[in-house]
Structures are given as C-alpha cells and as structure tokens.
C-alpha cells in the first residue's frame, strides 16, 4: 500500500467497519478485498485484487462481493459514523454518479441521456451521499438507479437478483430514500443537505426535506420549466436579478478546487417556491445568487435554501462544500475503483460500492493535507467585485 497509509489504522479501521458482517472469513476476505483496492493500480479486476493468490483467491474474492448475503447497511453505517466521529462533516452532499458501460447486462444498464456528457450514453447512473467538510470527504451511502426496463420485467430482475421491494425511482427520490434513512436510521448528527436541482422539479425534494426538518441547500436554475418561483412581497421590479443585487455582500470562502481562500458577491431574498403540478401549494425559501465572473448582469448561480438569511456566508459555504465532494471524487474515488465493477447482481453492485467507501475514507484520512493558499486583498477584491 501507499506508503502514508499506516498499516495499524487499516487494521483498526476495517475491524470496526466490517464487524457487522457475521463470518470471520466473510470479514476476512472484506478485509483482503479493501487492502487490494488500496494497492493495486488500475482498473480494480477481481483477478487484479486477487495479486499473487490468482486461482482460489480470486473465486472467494467474487464469492465474497458478488454471492454472499452479507448486508451492506450496517457496514455503511459503521463507516458513516467513524467518519463522522474522525471528520465533524459540516454537509451531507448528494453526488451523482455515471459508469459508462460497453454491453447490456449490468444491473441497472440503459441507453439514456446524460446532461454532463451532452449525449445518450450506455451507462448506470447510481446517487451516493457524502459527508463533507472543508478537509475531505467520503461516500457513505449509494442508491442505484434503475429504469423501469430493469424493475418491471421479471427475467431481468431474476437475472440481477434484485430484491423485491426494489422498485423504479426517480434519481432525486433514491437520494431521497438514502438521507431519510440516514437521518432516521443511522443515529447521525444531521447536517445540511447539498444537492443539485437544475435538471428536475425541487419541489417535491424541498418540501420532503422540510417535512423531516432537514436543513438544506439546492442549486436550481430559476430560467427552467422545472422551477416555478414567485418573487417575495419586497422584491424590487422587474424581477429576481434587481433584488437579489440590491443586497449582495461579499463571502468569504475555500475554492476546494484550488485549495485557495475566495470573495463571492452573493445576495440573497426570499421567494415562494410552486408546486407546478397544484400552484395554489408553495413553501417559502431564501434564494440566494452568486456572482462567480466578475461583470456578469445576473448571478452564475442559485440556490435554494431553508437555512436563516442571517447565516447567508454559512449557507454558500455550506453549498461549496460540492466542490471538496467532485474533488475528491477524482483524486481518490475513481481511483479506487468506484466504476470498476464488473458484475451483474444488484447486491455484488452494493457491496462493491461499499468497499471502495471504506477504501476511500482510509485513503482521505491518511492523505497528506494540501498548504492553502492565501490571496491578498486585491485578488479578492477583484473576485468579489
């Protein structure tokens, strides 16, 4: 393994995280398999994870992944709250995930449109939420997204031995189902929810979020037909854009990209949010805009939040926090091998999936920290203005 990974904190680590499954040898070979993911370069292969053992090792690794009926959950849940015992995450953001594929018959498979790719892509799409802070980041847990092709034909379900109570959902409801778990189920200090709406309608995800008294911060796209947004009784004319600069101010926070301390004008006003379907039922919300290119007219950017205006620089820190998540995601997450499953079963997919997490929050915990950048006081000015 890399050499800042100290072999006590792996083994003490996965003692912890992998208790919950029954056998030692199921916790033994969980064990092996995390130690492969951390060692092997490339693509994460059974027979690569296997090194020298080949043959036998190989069969018990797949055994283990794909064939055991070990379940994920506790061990998520496990990882979950040593990380956050390690870490104080400040967010929970929701990350999702595309693992472009060349065949068919990978659970969860389908040609459909991907709006960062700008095309239809053979691919799975799986959510996965990740506890954050300014420092490191790490999944905790994943929802695979399955299309009605998948959950509705009973001999593709048999073939990917995907449970019963499994059904279609909805990319933002599978994160939906995965937070409401966590904060009922994992015994979690709740955090504020980060989430990225601009391509669906956040009504129903803010209304079902405020219902269970979780703080959050969604990104939206106001100019959608997703978005229906009224502006509040103090909005100046003609719109959202006037008022929203009317009380811009300046926040202060870490790019994570960079690794350097920046100033956003951001502003902020509250607007009533429409349920599109039934516009007689709204919530009201703090919108918050932000202007990232210095000289543009209009915010680069918005947010929806059910978070005090009095705390707006907690807020757009807060929904930063996405930035630390996506970097992380390429540093250390695919890496590791989070698109490198090739199985075909739902429950080889998850547990899989939950292996590279905890592979991940080895790696992020013993990761050498970056020296931050400072800027002086014109940069930010300049950033700000």
Not at 183 to 200: F, G, Q, Y
Not at 218 to 224: C, D, F, I, L, M
């Amino acid at each position: 393994m890399p050499d800042e990974i100290s072999p006590e904190i792996v083994t003490e680590f996965l003692n912890r995280a992998l208790a919950s499954i029954p056998r030692a040898d199921q916790r033994r070979w969980g064990d092996l398999y995390v130690r492969g993911l951390l060692s092997v370069d490339g693509k994460k292969t059974m027979r690569a994870l296997a090194g020298n053992g080949r043959g036998s090792v190989e069969q018990s690794l797949y055994q283990f992944i794909s064939k055991s009926p070990w379940d994920a959950m506790p061990v998520r849940r496990e990882l979950a709250r040593l990380f956050q015992g390690l870490t104080q995450p400040r967010a929970w953001v929701v990350q999702p995930l595309v693992i472009t594929k060349v065949g068919r018959h990978s659970v969860g498979v389908e040609r459909q449109f991907v709006s960062q790719y700008g095309r239809v892509v053979n691919c799975q799409q799986a959510m996965g939420v990740w506890l954050a802070s300014d420092r490191v980041s790490c999944p905790v847990d994943w929802r695979l997204v399955l299309p009605e092709c998948w959950t509705d034909e009973p001999g593709m379900r048999e073939r990917a031995s995907i449970p019963d109570d499994v059904g279609a959902c909805p990319p933002e409801q599978c994160a939906i189902g995965s937070l409401a778990a966590m904060a009922d189920e994992w015994s979690l200090h709740s955090r504020p929810v980060v989430m990225d709406l601009r391509e669906t309608d956040p009504y129903p995800v803010c209304g079902d979020l405020t219902s269970r008294q979780i703080p959050f911060v969604v990104r939206v796209s106001p100019a959608s037909s997703h978005t229906s947004l009224d502006p509040g009784p103090h909005a100046a004319r003609p719109g959202l854009t006037a008022t929203l600069s009317r009380h811009q101010m300046p926040v202060e926070w870490l790019d994570h990209t960079t690794d350097t301390l920046r100033a956003t004008s951001v502003g902020a006003t509250r607007v009533r949010l429409r349920d599109r379907h039934t516009p007689s039922e709204s919530q009201e919300l703090l919108l918050l805009g932000a202007w990232t290119t210095a000289g543009r007219p209009a915010p680069d950017e918005f947010w929806l939040t059910n978070m005090p205006q009095s705390q707006l620089g907690t807020v757009y820190r807060t929904a930063m926090l996405s930035r630390r998540v996506e970097r992380d995601l390429a540093a250390y997450g695919d890496p590791l091998g989070l698109r490198d499953f090739e199985g075909r079963s739902f429950r080889g997919w998850h547990h899989h999936m939950t292996m590279v997490s905890l592979a991940h929050a080895i790696r992020v915990l013993t990761a050498p920290q970056p020296v931050r950048a400072v800027p002086d006081r014109r940069t930010m000015e300049a950033s700000a203005a």
